[in-house]
DNA sequence: CGATATTACTTGGACTTCCAACTATCTGTC
DNA sequence: GACAGATAGTTGGAAGTCCAAGTAATATCG
């Protein structure tokens, strides 16, 4: 557990920053992104704890209910949720596991695995979802606005690090 | 290494997500959070790697610096760092095996551990930040109104989860 | 003063992430 | 068609984060 300050640690390493060296601005900026990150992950896995779920394992789950067939190549889901291939295969063995997807040989490539929901992964999923939607996906204390803000000034950073093209 | 897309992967979650459930520009401003500081992380810890440093442990040697003594409990840079004493523990060990910092005990609290910087890691300090800075410390797309914004924001959410009293 | 509670730190285990190296399988070219 | 190169996934190892439990020392209170 961490305790809290009577002041804001963000504000006052700006202070002390300033006095030293210069950008006090970006490395606020990373700092309480680096923080928020922590808060925001805390408070998902928290509300998904039912299920046993992680948000990384989570996403995964949400991924291939997106998909049509609740079928997807382990490299794509890699792709979409920005994940190293190692990462999905950690959380597909993971969720394996758990019984909430299972590996399944692709038709035709026979390099690539497909991880399928189960029927128990398709059925948790909605549940999970209204848990971590009532949590407000971590971010109860952003209006609208601030939500919108925010992903429209993360957008620049993403796409500079070549998250997609253009 | 992953793979760029030729679309956002956030902006198709959300067209997804609304087909569904509610709460998509929540959902976007969390998952942006999480991306945005894989990013950061990475950009930081590559322009770290002369020093054989990593954010998390730059940022111990930072809050080293920023004390009169050069000199911490290990619990007090915990609560300033936002990290559990496991984790303060964890990176003391390694800044110590590398050279950049030693334990020492407190003069009256036999409880409590110091954390002092040595003559090497004080000499390092600046070289590296250097380098963080000229890496924008993860934020380059950012301009400084954009940096502003997001603490500004992000104040909000981390006020809500008692990093500080109000 | 002595028992209890609190505080400081460490340890072991779980989880996620990455990288580098490896196996298996396709693809493309000569 | 055969061989080089690309692609898909797994494995092992490193790093960081947390929690829970444990040890040691200090504080509190009856």
């Not at 890699?78 to 019984?99: F, K």
């Amino acid at each position: 557990m961490v305790r809290p300050l009577p002041f804001d640690p963000i504000e006052e390493a700006g202070r002390q920053w300033d006095q030293r060296w210069s950008g006090s601005a970006a490395m606020q900026a990373a700092t309480s992104i680096m923080r928020a990150q922590q808060i925001v992950l805390a408070r998902v896995d928290d509300a998904l704890k039912p299920w046993s779920l992680t948000f990384a394992r989570y996403e995964v789950l949400v991924l291939l209910t997106f998909s049509r067939e609740g079928t997807l190549p382990l490299g794509k889901m890699g792709d979409r949720l920005m994940l190293h291939q190692a990462s999905v295969t950690n959380l597909v063995d993971r969720l394996e596991q758990q019984g909430y997807l299972r590996r399944v040989a692709h038709p035709t490539d026979r390099r690539t695995t497909l991880a399928a929901l189960t029927a128990e992964g398709r059925a948790i999923i909605d549940e999970a979802t209204a848990a971590v939607v009532k949590a407000s996906i971590g971010v109860a204390e952003l209006n609208n606005r601030d939500q919108q803000d925010l992903h429209r000034i993360l957008k620049k950073l993403r796409s500079g690090a070549n998250d997609f093209s253009n």
